[in-house]
């Protein structure tokens, strides 16, 4: 499941140079989703245009399907540009519900192993592409996540500073390479977990 | 014609043009510095309104330390120590390392908050939860980006972490109301770890903390005596930096109504 952030009336970062981080993803989702359908993956998308599901739309989405993985697509105001970083979610209280149902607002707590592991395997990807990038996915209480029952991770690639739209597109390419070796690598390893979600396989 | 005057307009007009030689100047000087300082915001007058010098003003200085970017531009911060007279009430303390922080560091470019954040009301609870309001500034002019957000948030919790010693947990409203996010990415539903191994709250900093927020009777306080405290107390009790044990089998997730 790709997510471009953003849309609609929400631009998200915006560069000096008037670039828009709504409409830089929908091009990266496009490419990240290309090299995705080439690896035989089924794709779907919280959003195809300009519009802005919310939060808990993007996170039904992906919750309705079984054995996905979550991908949100973000383009950073900071950061040293020409990097990219992945996020995983922040520490999460697991439920102590009776009835064994996970509750929506802390969807992604027995996922955490999961997602830290695809953060980091998609990382090892990127750090080599782009050199600055860190070598392992941080953590960070990115909100999107935090509803999504499925391995979720934040890309974050910096940023709206970069002076022209080109430099930024360039990168679309590796990026989206990066990411759907990531899913590749991961895909054993999460149908191992499906029955059990919150074991490392 | 007479022109008896004339002499008179000569005399008259030459002193003119020696004023406007002195005074000219000086105007321009006066000039320059009024377009040097810069323009007072909304936000910044506010704050001048809201900041209230806490006590012990005169008293020891000590030593702080305030979190602010590092300057790598990888979302690292970097500690600054500074002398501050520091007061003893962990409500007042952490007002005091908070205002100095949304002041900002010598190098602007090391800011971790936008400069027309203010600290609109600052509380502690019980528990060791403090619940730091800000302005809508501190949302609307924060650069977009899930490190920036992070990185704001972490120069607060940190700073409180080393400055005051009784903040176990960290909630942030704006303008005393829960928001989603920050700026539209870092969650601010919850409560962020300051401190796990936080200093109990001593009887007399409690019962600062519950004047304080019998006091402040604004949104901020309902706000976290409603739905805030609630979650708050159930995160203090579960939360953990990773769940305790593993979840069983998946099960449907709950719809949201």
């Known amino acids: 499941m790709l997510d471009p952030a953003h849309g609609g009336t929400d631009f998200g970062a915006r560069g000096a140079g008037g670039v828009r981080e709504s409409e830089i993803l929908l091009f990266f989702a496009a490419q990240v989703r290309t090299a995705l359908e080439s690896m035989s993956f089924q794709v779907m998308q919280t959003r195809q245009g300009n519009e802005n599901p919310s939060f808990d739309d993007r996170s039904a989405i992906v919750n309705s399907q079984r054995g996905a993985v979550f991908v949100s697509l973000h383009v950073g105001s900071t950061g040293l540009p020409g990097t990219v970083r992945v996020y995983v979610m922040s520490d999460l209280s697991a439920s102590n519900d009776a009835t064994g149902l996970i509750p929506w607002d802390r969807a992604q707590a027995p996922f955490l192993p999961l997602s830290r592991r695809f953060g980091d395997i998609v990382q090892g990807f990127l750090a080599p592409r782009f050199k600055g990038s860190p070598s392992t996915a941080q953590a960070a209480a990115v909100r999107q996540l935090r509803t999504t029952a499925a391995p979720a991770i934040a890309v974050e690639i910096s940023s709206v500073s970069m002076e022209d739209r080109d430099a930024l597109d360039r990168m679309a390419p590796g990026v989206a390479d990066a990411i759907a070796r990531g899913a590749s690598a991961f895909r054993p390893l999460y149908v191992v977990a499906a029955t059990n979600p919150g074991e490392r396989p | ?257």
């Open chain 2, 1 to 257: 014609m007479n022109r008896k005057w004339l002499p008179w307009l000569i005399c008259a007009l030459a002193l003119a043009v020696i004023v406007a030689g002195i005074y000219f100047p000086i105007l321009r000087k006066r000039l320059r510095q009024a377009t040097q300082l810069p323009p007072q915001s909304e936000e910044q007058a506010r704050r001048e309104l809201t900041q209230t010098t806490p006590a012990s003003t005169s008293g020891p200085l000590t030593k702080t330390r305030l979190f602010w970017s590092s300057g790598a531009g990888d979302g690292s911060l970097m500690p600054v120590t500074v002398d501050l007279p520091l007061a003893n009430d962990p409500t007042l303390r952490a007002k005091q390392v908070l205002n100095t922080l949304l002041a900002g560091p010598v190098n602007p470019e090391l800011r971790t908050l936008p400069p027309d954040a203010v600290l609109l009301a600052f509380y502690m609870l019980r528990d060791g939860t403090a619940i730091a309001d800000f302005s809508e500034a501190l949302a609307t002019n924060i650069p977009s980006g899930i490190e920036s957000e992070q990185m704001a948030v972490d120069s607060i919790s940190k700073t409180l972490e080393a400055n005051v010693p009784q903040v176990r947990w960290l909630k942030i409203l704006i303008h005393g109301q829960e928001v989603d996010t920050l700026a539209g990415h870092l969650d601010l539903t919850r409560t962020f770890l300051v401190n796990a191994k936080a200093a109990p709250i001593t009887a007399a900093s409690a019962h600062a903390a519950a004047q304080a927020t019998d006091a402040a009777k604004q949104p901020a306080s309902k706000a976290a005596s409603g739905k805030t405290a609630t979650a708050q107390s159930k995160s203090v009790t579960q939360q953990s930096l990773t769940p305790a044990t593993p979840p069983g089998k998946l099960t449907p997730p709950v719809k949201k109504p």
